[in-house]
């Protein structure tokens, strides 16, 4: 039918470890997208688009789910559904909404954000959800929403450090909102069921294009309601789009073959970190090997010979200043982690 080889082939000879972002769709993939039947989404009717938002939503034991373009779009598309204008959102000062964002929450869905500190492992205690809750006073916005974050900086948070703070936020009559960029892989970590993380939030946003290793898309999942505010908002956003149905046939693809997956990475992950905790000069910061990354601060000497060899090597890392994130992904096999760790061994010798 169409003949991909040569393509994946000459991808397939880089190994980019900036993000989990940088997989390409693998034949069986594109072929179900290729395959997938399709209708009009704003009309309600491509039917692998519906079909995705139902079986995320009731895999993560939800009612309903919404298939955005990104992560972003998904969070801002939450936060808008939950608060209205001029109340605020508790969210935590390493999490992507407080600083990846552009701020797009207060920006475009006019919703205040009040900054929780973070613990070492990315948590946020529930005293201090408390402690940031608002008095019911015309100085201060409402507070109405909390947002926590699972794997954050590949960093898992357990089921109690996310049922605690939600817990707190619930009883002072938040909602919350997960933004599960990497659910799967914080669910993989935990070693438990979806539905297990997912209780704790009203609603939950999943990248599909990180780890599951789609081309393009988010679903967020929650109760009809919050869903049905959040469509309206996308579609403010000028994010409803028409035979989607064709990018949401990767999203269903990739919730079928590629979650079980993950715990691979988590393996390759590790083993990167011991090979690589083994060389002198690249000081591994092994607490944080929790999911699928790997983070490492060379010395100089080390660092500034890295972007030759890495080049020569075919290796892509990101080298912005401080520590460097080494990201574990589909389209990394045990082959392409050794040519990494020999890498790193020459630029250490
Ligand atoms: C990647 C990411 C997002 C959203 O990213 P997009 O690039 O907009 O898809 C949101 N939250 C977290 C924690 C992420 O890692």
């Not at 190994?15 to 704003?42: H, K, N, W």
């Not at 450090?161 to 970590?189: M, Q, W, Y």
Request: some cysteine; overall charge negative; charged content about 20%.
């Amino acid at each position: 039918m169409y003949d991909m080889t040569t393509r994946q082939t000459q991808a397939n000879s880089v190994i980019d470890l900036r993000s989990d972002t940088v997989t390409r769709p693998c034949a069986g993939m594109r072929a179900a997208m290729f395959e997938a039947p399709l209708g009009d989404d704003v009309y309600g009717e491509d039917p692998t688009v519906n079909a995705l938002e139902e079986k995320a939503a009731s895999l993560l034991g939800k009612e309903a789910g919404l298939f955005v373009s990104s992560g972003t779009q998904s969070n801002l598309c939450a936060v808008a559904a939950h608060c209205a204008r001029g109340e605020e959102a508790l969210v935590g000062d390493c999490y992507h909404i407080a600083i990846d964002e552009a701020h797009g929450v207060s920006v475009l869905a006019s919703v205040a954000m009040s900054i929780l500190p973070t613990g070492p492992n990315g948590q946020v205690t529930p005293e201090d959800v408390v402690a940031h809750i608002k008095p019911d006073d015309f100085h201060c916005p409402i507070s109405k929403l909390l947002c926590l974050e699972n794997t954050v900086w590949g960093q898992v948070l357990s089921l109690e450090e996310i049922a605690a703070p939600a817990k707190a936020g619930r009883d002072a009559g938040l909602k919350v909102h997960l933004d599960g960029a990497r659910f799967f892989n914080a669910i993989t970590a935990l070693d438990c069921q979806p539905q297990d993380l997912a209780r704790h939030a009203d609603s939950v946003s999943i990248c599909l294009s990180k780890g599951l290793g789609t081309p393009v898309g988010t679903v967020l999942v929650g109760d009809s309601d919050v869903i049905h505010r959040a469509r309206r908002f996308r579609k403010m956003l000028g994010g409803g789009t028409r035979q989607a149905g064709i990018l949401a046939a990767a999203g269903l693809f990739a919730l079928e073959h590629n979650v079980q997956r993950l715990a691979e990475d988590h393996q390759r992950a590790r083993q990167l970190a011991d090979a690589l905790s083994a060389i002198e000069g690249l000081n591994v910061d092994d607490r944080m090997t929790q999911s699928n990354m790997v983070f490492v601060n060379p010395d100089t000497s080390v660092r500034t010979k890295l972007p030759d060899i890495m080049e020569q090597k075919g290796i892509v890392l990101s080298y912005s200043s401080g520590r460097m994130r080494l990201v574990m992904h589909k389209d990394v096999d045990d082959s392409g982690l050794e040519r990494v760790v020999d890498a790193f061994r020459s630029a250490a010798a």
